[in-house]
C-alpha cells in the first residue's frame, strides 16, 4: 500500500516505502504485548500523527536533528539488529532484551549451536557478500562500445548482484523444501495466504483474556506512539536528500506522503512504514525515472502474497539471519568519523553520546538525548559567542587610542551576561582603564529585549 501511496503522494523517484529493519525493530518492542494489533494501530496513529505534522508545516523540525545524530543512530541501530539475528545464524532459540541481554544469552546458549543451521548461514552470508560486490567490477559495468549481447550479459549480471537477498532465500527455501519429510533447518512455519481484507484497523484488543480500549492501548504503547513516527519521518527524509542528487527536497510534503502511505497501510494490516535505504538504493542504481517504479514494486508483492506465502514456510531463518545482517552490517556509518573530526570535533559528543545511549538504552532515546545535546552545543555557541578584542592605533600616529570590542554575533538574551564580562574586562586591563572602548556591532543580526 505505501509503494501505491507514495505515487500519488510523493516527490522522490527513487524512494520506495515500505516495512524496514529499524520500523521493524522499534515495532516489535512496543507492540510485543498486543502482537498484531497493536502493530497496526501504531501503523494508523502514525500515519495521522505524521499528517498532522505535515499540514501544520512542521517539516522545518527535521533540521533540528543533525547529520551526527542520524549517523549515531543508524549505527547502534545497525548493530542492534544484527546482533539479535545471531541466534536465528546459529539455531539458538532465546528471547532477550537490550544489547547487553543479547550477548549474554548468545554466549550462554552457543554451545546449543545447530551445525546444520551454522553451516547454511554462513554460506549464504559469503554469497551475499560476493554478490553484493559483483556489480562494482570494472568489467561487467556497461559502456558506450558493448554489443548487444554483451550489454544484456552485463545486465544480467547486475540484476543477479542487486537481487541477490532474493535468489539466496529462494535457494535456501528449494533446499529446505526438498528436506521437508526430515527437516534439518529451523524453518519460519506457517504464514497466513491470500491478500488481506480492507477495513478499519481494531481499536480495541483482547490481551491475556482482558479486553483493552483505544486509550488503553495508547497508554500501554507508551512513547512509540510518538517515537515510531519521527523515527520514520527522520528515516524518510534522510533517505530522500542523499538520493536527491543536490535538489531540494520539500520536507512538508514527504511527511504528508509518509502519512498518507501509513495511514491507507492500516486498512490492510500493514505494519508502520518509511522508506527503504536498501530498496530505494536499487531503484537508483536500475535506473527508475518516476514514483511510478513504486507499482512495479507493488504488484510484485500483492502477487506474491496471493500465490506464494503457501511456501514462505518452508524459509530458513538461518537464510533470513544472514540477510538481515549482511543488509545492516553497511548502515554502521563509521566513514562520518573523521570528516566529523576534522570539520568540528565538537560534533563528535552528539554522534557518540547518540550512538551508545541507543546502543546500551534504548534507540528512541537516543535520538532524543543526542538532539538535546545538540542543541545544548548550539544554544551555548549561543551563550558564549566570540568576542575579538584588539587594541587600534590612531590613524596619523601610532599612540594606542581605544580598544575595540567585536562580538562576532546578535546579542540575545542567553549572550548578555557573557558579553558585558568581555567589555567590562576589555576596559580594566586591555584598556587599563585610560582609554575609551568601542563596541563593534557590526556581526549583530539583532538584538532582543533583555539584551
Not at 502482537?35 to 505534522?53: E, K, N
Not at 536500475?286 to 514462505?312: C, E, M, N, Q, W
Not at 557518540?352 to 538504552?361: A, G, M, S
Request: with cysteine.
Amino acid at each position: 500500500m505505501g509503494c501505491f501511496m507514495y505515487v500519488i503522494f510523493g516527490s522522490c523517484k527513487d524512494i520506495t516505502i515500505g516495512p524496514t529493519a529499524i520500523m521493524a525493530l522499534m515495532t516489535l518492542e512496543y507492540s510485543g504485548s498486543g502482537g498484531p494489533v497493536y502493530a497496526v494501530l501504531l501503523c494508523f496513529t502514525s500515519g495521522i500523527i505524521i499528517i498532522t505534522a505535515g499540514l501544520c508545516n512542521l517539516g522545518f523540525l527535521i533540521n533540528f536533528i543533525s547529520k551526527p545524530v542520524i549517523s549515531g543512530f543508524t549505527s547502534a541501530a545497525a548493530i542492534t539488529i544484527a546482533s539479535s539475528q545471531l541466534k536465528g545464524l546459529f539455531g539458538l532459540s532465546y528471547s532477550s532484551d537490550g544489547i547487553i541481554e543479547t550477548y549474554d544469552k548468545f554466549f550462554h546458549n552457543i554451545g546449543k549451536t545447530r551445525w546444520q543451521d551454522l553451516t547454511l548461514g554462513l554460506s549464504s552470508s559469503v554469497v551475499l557478500l560476493i554478490m553484493r560486490r559483483v556489480k562494482d567490477i570494472a568489467a561487467v559495468r556497461v559502456r558506450a562500445s558493448d554489443s548487444r549481447w554483451t550489454r544484456v550479459w552485463k545486465k544480467g549480471v547486475f540484476l543477479v548482484s542487486v537481487g541477490r537477498n532474493a535468489i539466496v532465500v529462494l535457494v535456501a527455501l528449494v533446499v529446505a523444501y526438498c528436506q521437508r519429510h526430515e527437516q534439518p533447518f529451523i524453518i519460519t512455519g506457517e504464514v497466513k495466504p491470500g491478500l488481506p481484507p480492507f477495513h478499519p484497523p481494531a481499536f480495541s484488543a483482547d490481551v491475556n483474556g482482558t479486553m483493552l480500549t483505544f486509550g488503553d492501548i495508547l497508554a500501554d504503547v507508551g512513547a512509540g506512539v510518538v517515537i515510531i513516527p519521527i523515527v520514520s519521518i527522520l528515516e524518510s527524509i534522510a533517505i530522500a536528500s542523499a538520493f536527491a542528487g543536490g535538489a531540494t527536497i520539500d520536507a512538508t510534503q514527504e511527511m504528508l506522503a509518509l502519512g498518507m502511505c501509513n495511514l491507507a497501510g492500516s486498512f490492510v494490516q500493514s505494519m508502520p512504514v518509511t522508506g527503504s535505504f536498501t530498496r530505494t538504493a536499487v531503484n537508483a542504481t536500475s535506473g527508475v525515472k518516476t514514483p511510478a517504479g513504486g507499482i512495479v514494486t507493488g504488484t510484485l508483492v500483492i502477487l506474491a502474497l496471493a500465490f506464494l506465502t503457501s511456501y514462505f514456510k518452508y524459509i530458513p531463518k538461518a537464510s533470513l539471519a544472514a540477510v538481515i545482517i549482511c543488509a545492516v552490517i553497511f548502515m554502521v556509518d563509521y566513514q562520518v568519523v573523521l570528516p566529523i573530526w576534522q570539520a568540528h570535533r565538537l560534533d563528535q559528543l552528539p554522534l557518540w553520546t547518540t550512538f551508545l545511549t541507543c546502543l546500551f538504552w534504548k534507540l528512541e532515546y537516543g535520538i532524543l538525548v543526542g538532539a538535546g545535546v545538540n542543541l545544548a552545543l548550539v544554544l551555548y555557541g549561543s551563550a558564549r559567542p566570540k568576542v575579538v578584542v584588539d587594541v587600534t592605533a590612531m590613524q596619523d600616529g601610532d599612540d594606542e587610542a581605544y580598544v575595540l570590542v567585536e562580538p562576532q554575533s546578535g546579542l540575545f538574551f542567553p549572550s548578555v551576561d557573557y558579553v558585558r564580562t568581555s567589555v567590562n574586562k576589555a576596559g580594566l586591563t586591555t584598556a587599563s582603564s585610560r582609554m575609551t572602548v568601542v563596541v563593534d556591532c557590526g556581526h549583530f543580526t539583532g538584538v532582543d529585549y533583555t539584551a
